[in-house]
């Protein structure tokens, strides 16, 4: 079932906050990372952009823009660290977030395939693919959209496009918008210094 409780600009039910006081304290790489808490926050905003258009499942998607990088140990290929976010995913469900079996599955799935697969027929999963793949031109990255690698109608819109690639470049804002007032506080400040650092 579809949940659209949340706000894109503003505080999420769909992610309680002590899943990410988890995310955040067992990080393995520095959160100024480019894997980090802006590139999730950008995989949010863009990912509910596009399930305004796709009819994704929201929570899920909220949820695998925190989740999908979350394992990373470091910022190189880390080929298992899709696995290892889906491992993480099924460990906390119940515990630190809620979602339905089948929700749960999408959810296991998406993460376990992010970067090895490419299509898929279940326009959640996809969605999700999608707007992690639109958040690539990142310093350091510099990769530009490629629709080759996009599989919904949304995520190819020339306007989508040019949004995600000026969003990739914005850290503070984006986590603005993923943390909202309520979240504030520590990451934030390392966003702060995040986009200090990129224009020295
Ligand atoms: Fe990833
Ligand atoms: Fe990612």
């Not at 002590?18 to 999730?40: M, R, T, Y």
């Not at 929201?58 to 979350?70: P, Q």
């Not at 090895?116 to 958040?135: G, H, S």
Request: proline content about 4%; overall charge negative; some cysteine.
């Amino acid at each position: 079932m579809v949940d659209n409780n949340t706000n894109l600009d503003g505080f999420s039910r769909n992610v309680p906050r002590p899943l990410v006081d988890d995310i955040i304290h067992h990080f393995q790489i520095s959160l100024d990372s480019i894997h980090g808490p802006a590139h999730w926050a950008r995989v949010r905003y863009t990912g509910l952009l596009l399930a305004r258009e796709t009819g994704a499942d929201w929570k899920v998607v909220e949820l695998f823009a925190f989740l999908h990088d979350s394992q990373r140990r470091n910022d190189g290929a880390d080929p298992e660290h899709g696995p290892r976010a889906g491992v993480y995913a099924r460990a906390q469900c119940g515990r630190l977030f809620d979602l339905t079996p089948e929700q749960l599955e999408v959810l296991v799935f998406s993460c376990n395939g992010h970067t090895k697969e490419r299509l898929i027929d279940d326009v959640t999963a996809q969605t999700c693919w999608d707007a992690d793949r639109l958040d690539l031109y990142r310093p350091g990255v510099d990769i530009l959209p490629d629709p080759y690698y996009l599989g919904t109608t949304a995520a190819k819109d020339t306007g989508m496009m040019q949004g995600a690639i000026g969003r990739s470049r914005v850290s503070q804002h984006a986590v603005q918008l993923f943390y909202g007032r309520r979240w504030g506080g520590e990451v934030c400040g390392d966003a702060r210094a995040f986009q200090r650092e990129q224009h020295q």
